[in-house]
């Protein structure tokens, strides 16, 4: 015949559960806190990042000079070509 369990039993099995949980759940923060620390001493990253916004620099510096050189261009052009039709003008 066996026996049903008695409430200072369950207690008891609830409280090593419990206590297992936590062993769990402190040893997973530990393993995540030693991984989050590990990654910010690891700088293997960074120089590709230094290149990634050097090279991002330089092509927003080289559109911006693109368009500058384009609009100046342009207006140099447009000078020349109003004053060939000036003096096609005058000549005829």
């Known amino acids: 015949m066996t026996s049903l369990p008695t ?4 207690d008891a099995a609830a409280r090593r559960r419990a206590a297992a949980i936590r062993e769990q759940a402190t040893r997973a923060a530990t393993r995540i806190e030693a991984g989050l620390r590990a990654s910010l001493r690891d700088d293997r990253g960074q120089d590709l990042i230094e290149y990634a916004l050097l090279a991002s620099f330089v092509a927003l510096v080289a559109i911006a000079g693109a368009t ?3 609009t100046t261009l342009n207006n140099w052009f447009s000078a020349v070509a109003g004053n060939a039709n000036a003096a096609a003008g005058t000549a005829s």
């Open 7 to 10: 409430p200072c039993t369950r």
């Open 68 to 70: 500058l050189l384009g």
